[in-house]
Each structure stands twice: as structure tokens, then as C-alpha cells.
T-cell receptor
Framework: GAGVSQSPRYKVTKRGQDVALRCDPISGHVSLYWYRQALGQGPEFLTYFNYEAQQDKSGLPNDRFSAERPEGSISTLTIQRTEQRDSAMYRC?????????????FGPGTRLTVT | AQSVTQLDSQVPVFEEAPVELRCNYSSSVSVYLFWYVQYPNQGLQLLLKYLSGSTLVKGINGFEAEFNKSQTSFHLRKPSVHISDTAEYFCAVGLFSGGYNKLIFGAGTRLAVHP
């Protein structure tokens, strides 16, 4: 079956522009996570959705970052007024809920470059 | 606060040699521990996990890891590596609360297997 998909795979944008990154989780997975990975670092948690409810947004760095999952499936991470420091790999993961050891399945990521 | 330290940023090794990738964590609560692998241009893939029970955990591709509570370590080992094991490896702590698992990652170790 299909895994987690993300689009676009690469995005180059100018400073000050808004960008929207898309994540399509594995069918039936109600848990969805967004992570950000700077060059040379491990992924860093941004936000978590249970179905359409955003239950944890503690990792979003500031109010330029927002995420939604209106129908409990596809999610969009939006960055407004992008800055060069936003350049990173943005990763999405999905999983089955309720299990401590539940595996998070990661997508290939979107490489964002802000010029 | 929870954190993960991967002690080696790069590990070069010859094919068929043994390898150990080191991981130390700090946490004030019970944790779940994971190792993920990232092959070039792919998403993160779960290698193995420790939730409870036996401290020696076996994963895919011949990898294993040992949980050592007194040393707060979770080192990854393989007795004989292949060229195809060349990848980046991430150790992570899972903070399970409210039905979801927030992963805290280390900075990663790049394993380079040479012929």
C-alpha cells in the first residue's frame, strides 16, 4: 500500500512569501505529526493532530507557522512571511493512535529553501 | 527536560566489520527508545524500539540495541555491516502522553561503510 506522501518535494521561495506544505498520511492513520529537520540535526517536533483536532502545537516556533487537517486526513503546514531561518526539511509522519510503541511512518519530506 | 545525545556524528567502517553507534538520553520519566534509519532521499524508517521487558532488542537488517538504564544508554550494534547499511541513523526518545508519542531525536550519526 501507499506510504506517507508529501508535496512538493522541493520548494524554493523568496523571503517574505507564504508557503504551504502538504502531507497525505497512510490511509486509516488518525495520528499525524509534523517535524522540522535543520541541516546536520535530527527532526524536531512541531505539532500533532488526532483526526482533525490539533492536540499539540507546542513545537511551532512562532505565529508565522500554522497547520490544519480539516477532514482528518490530508494536512497542510503553512509558513507565512518566510525567513531564511525557515530553510529546512519538513517531515510528516502518521501512525495508529493509542500505543506507546506505535510506529510513526515518515514521508520523504519537503526541502524548503528560502532565498 | 528530555534530550538525546548521539556521541559520534560520523562513523566510517569497512564492510563486514562490526559497528556500534552510541546514544545517550536524559529523562526524568519513563521513556520509550527508538532507532530510525534514513537512506538517501527517503523518509525515516524504524529499525527497532525498546518499550519494556528484555533490555536487548533486535530489529530489522540484523541490527540490535541494548537498553542500559543505569548508564542511560541505548547503543545500536551490528556484528557485520554491508555497503547497503550506509545511511544516517537517528536515536530518539518517545514521550508518550495523551495517547500520542512525541519523539525527541538526536542529531544523527552518519554511517559510511567502505569496501
Amino acid at each position: 500500500g501507499a506510504g506517507v506522501s508529501q508535496s512538493p518535494r522541493y520548494k524554493v521561495t523568496k523571503r517574505g512569501q507564504d508557503v504551504a506544505l502538504r502531507c497525505d498520511p497512510i490511509s486509516g492513520h488518525v495520528s499525524l505529526y509534523w517535524y522540522r529537520q535543520a541541516l546536520g540535526q535530527g527532526p524536531e517536533f512541531l505539532t500533532y493532530f488526532n483526526y482533525e483536532a490539533q492536540q499539540d502545537k507546542s513545537g511551532l516556533p512562532n505565529d508565522r507557522f500554522s497547520a490544519e487537517r480539516p477532514e482528518g486526513s490530508i494536512s497542510t503546514l503553512t509558513i507565512q512571511r518566510t525567513e531564511q531561518r525557515d530553510s529546512a526539511m519538513y517531515r510528516c509522519a502518521s501512525s495508529s493512535p493509542g500505543l506507546a510503541g506505535g510506529e510513526q511512518y515518515f514521508g520523504p519530506g519537503t526541502r524548503l529553501t528560502v532565498t | 527536560a528530555q534530550s538525546v545525545t548521539q556521541l559520534d556524528s560520523q562513523v566510517p567502517v569497512f564492510e563486514e566489520a562490526p559497528v556500534e553507534l552510541r546514544c545517550n538520553y536524559s529523562s526524568s520519566v519513563s521513556v520509550y527508545l527508538f532507532w530510525y534509519v534514513q537512506y538517501p532521499n527517503q523518509g525515516l524508517q524504524l529499525l527497532l524500539k525498546y518499550l519494556s521487558g528484555s533490555t536487548l532488542v533486535k530489529g530489522i537488517n540484523g541490527f540490535e540495541a541494548e537498553f542500559n538504564k543505569s548508564q542511560t544508554s541505548f547503543h545500536l550494534r551490528k556484528p557485520s555491516v554491508h555497503i547497503s547499511d550506509t545511511a544516517e541513523y537517528f536515536c530518539a526518545v518517545g514521550l508518550f502522553s495523551g495517547g500520542y508519542n512525541k519523539l525527541i531525536f538526536g542529531a544523527g550519526t552518519r554511517l559510511a561503510v567502505h569496501p
